[in-house]
């Protein structure tokens, strides 16, 4: 389970937000274990209203993302995506030290993933992202665009190369990457391969969300489905944003009908690929680096250590099935 170790000062963070956001006077703020990134925490006001705080300390900067988010909720009327609210200056994210602060209307309700997942979310979720798929990649400035890199490698990298062991977790976590270590550097290479195949594709950009997985998709007490955290928004091919719903019974629906909305859209098997190895990447950096060089705490480090069970050994098998599974759908 998520724990707060990010050392904020919580007083002095609700301070620092009544002086600084349009919103009424805060009066609690709390942490709550969701998400991986970062660290999130609901204020309560003194009109009794609940909004839903995020801080991430991170090397990205969130403003164009945001600030995109922000445009294309009040401007365009998407009303599925989840809006910054602004600082009194305007700003939709500001420093707290050197964690980035912004905060969201409180949705009361469950995620997807905290839920399940029917047709009828399905439908309703292939039709938001084949709407926000329709922006292309000059609708914004400032959105970063994908270059099919692996940014993963680095972190990878320094944990196989560390020779911390001093824990019950690390001791396993060790062992397990010198076992799959053979298998690792060669999926990495795999990755520099794809790099040079996709950026030679013809393929089209459109804005993406990065991470639309179902614990990003919130449903309210109405019913309706919200997109929510933002951070990885980008220009890209859809697949980026499309392999989050592949593997599992509703992927035919979901396709189906994505194309009513986006009937042009091109998919390719190849660029799934890339998503799904990079993915699973992404998973091995993130929770092996909460073990060898996160918290110590037992408690934070058993769900790191049962997070990365799916990733490694890296699940080449399930990876194949799913694309196989794509090919089949694509030539229906």
């Not at 998503?275 to 073990?291: K, N, P, T, V």
């Amino acid at each position: 389970m998520k724990v707060d170790n990010s050392t904020i000062h919580t007083a002095s963070l609700l301070e620092f937000i009544n002086h600084s956001f349009k919103i009424e006077r805060g009066i609690t703020i709390d942490f709550i274990p969701k998400g991986e990134e970062g660290y999130c925490y609901t204020l309560q006001t003194e009109m009794e209203k609940t909004y839903f705080v995020k801080a991430i300390k991170t090397e990205r900067d969130l403003f164009p993302a945001l600030s995109a988010i922000h445009t294309l909720y009040n401007h365009d009327k998407k009303a599925y995506l989840l809006p910054p609210i602004p600082t009194k200056n305007g700003d939709v994210v500001v420093y707290f030290g050197p964690y980035q602060i912004s905060i969201f209307p409180f949705i009361q309700g469950v995620s997807i993933y905290e839920g399940s997942l029917t047709l009828l979310d399905t439908e309703q979720i292939a039709s938001m992202m084949a709407d926000l798929h329709q922006y292309d990649k000059n609708r914004f400035e400032g959105l970063p665009c994908e270059q099919f890199d692996n940014p993963f490698e680095k972190d990878i990298f320094k944990i196989l190369h560390t020779g911390k062991a001093d824990t019950f977790y690390r001791r396993r976590a060790k062992d397990l990457f010198v076992q799959e270590q053979e298998d690792i550097l060669t999926t990495l290479n795999k990755m520099k391969k794809m790099q040079t195949e996709l950026q030679a594709l013809p393929l089209s950009f459109s804005i993406t969300h990065g991470d639309p997985n179902y614990a990003n998709i919130m449903r309210d007490l109405k019913g309706n489905l919200h997109l929510i955290d933002f951070g990885e928004l980008a220009y890209g091919p859809i697949e980026r944003d499309i392999m989050a719903f592949t593997g599992n019974e509703f992927f035919h629906s979901f396709l189906f009908e994505y194309y009513k909305f986006h009937p042009y859209a091109k998919l390719h098997v190849e660029v799934f690929e890339f998503y799904l190895y990079r993915w699973a990447l992404q998973e091995i950096a993130d929770f092996g680096s909460q073990i060898f060089f996160g918290s110590t705490g037992n408690e934070e480090n058993e769900h790191a250590w049962e997070e990365l069970q799916p990733y490694l050994p890296i699940p080449h098998k399930d990876i194949a099935k799913v694309l196989n599974d794509i090919k089949e759908e694509l030539n229906k």
